[in-house]
């Protein structure tokens, strides 16, 4: 099946830094989502692209939908130390595929106040 | 407000002792899904389903099944399980495709 491969796996950083992790696939997708999850909940959506070239933001957050569809990246500016968690990519094919979500591995981020 | 609600939170179960962790949903959302999520992971999907359709996805162990007896709940039924078992088990709903996920908070299983 399709695999994402998302980098990078942890990121340690100063509060007010900015953050940017990425996303690429052997495959395209027709949509890309960016999840966070906090230790203990479950997976928060934070930002869904649809198309290729789509830049979006969410507040402090900005996700692009690669020309290609083959990646997307997020970046986070200004880090805070609520941002904490695990960040997921994720990508949709469509509805012949049951609009299954295939994830990638994870960005673990760590903000020092 | 509308949501994904999944009990118990937490549940310990004895190995190879029959287990059925719950999901309901306000959101009338026709697509359910169930992952596995074992130590920060990625959410391995397990079976989804569409309406009343249930897909199992290929690699999906025998131990596992689950139940839709109505748009609003959902059970996943793990028969005998192993201590490679314990993970934390999420819920999802959709209005499907293009739309993304909600997840509930999920459910930590303990297997002892």
């Known amino acids: 099946g399709q695999q994402l491969n998302q980098s990078p796996q942890s990121m340690f950083i100063q509060e007010g830094e900015d953050v940017s992790m990425n996303c690429t696939s052997s495959s395209i997708f027709n949509t890309w989502l960016w999840y966070k999850q906090e230790p203990g909940e479950g997976p928060v959506l934070l930002i869904a692209l649809y198309k290729a070239g789509e830049l979006t933001s969410n507040g402090r957050l900005t996700a692009q939908f690669g020309i290609t569809r083959k990646d997307s990246f997020l970046n986070i500016s200004a880090s805070i130390p609520s941002d904490v968690g695990i960040y997921f990519c994720a990508g949709q094919l469509g509805e012949t595929s049951g609009s299954r979500l295939t994830f990638g591995e994870g960005t673990q981020l760590t903000v020092n106040p | 407000d509308a949501m994904v609600i999944q009990n118990p939170r937490y549940q310990v179960t004895q190995f190879g002792k029959p287990v059925t962790l719950s999901c309901s949903q306000t959101l009338n959302h026709n697509v359910m899904y169930w992952y596995q999520q074992k130590s920060s992971q990625a959410p391995k999907l397990l079976f989804h389903?569409?309406?009343?359709?249930?897909?199992n996805e290929a690699d999906t162990p025998d131990n596992f099944q689950s139940r839709r007896p109505n748009t609003s709940f959902c059970f996943l039924d793990i028969r005998s399980p192993g201590l490679g078992d314990a993970a934390m088990y999420l819920c999802?709903?959709?209005?499907?495709?293009?739309?993304?996920?909600?997840f509930g908070s999920g459910t930590r299983l303990t297997v002892v």
């Open positions: 389903y569409y309406d009343k359709d249930f897909n």
């Open positions: 999802a709903t959709s209005r499907g495709y293009p739309y993304g996920y909600t």
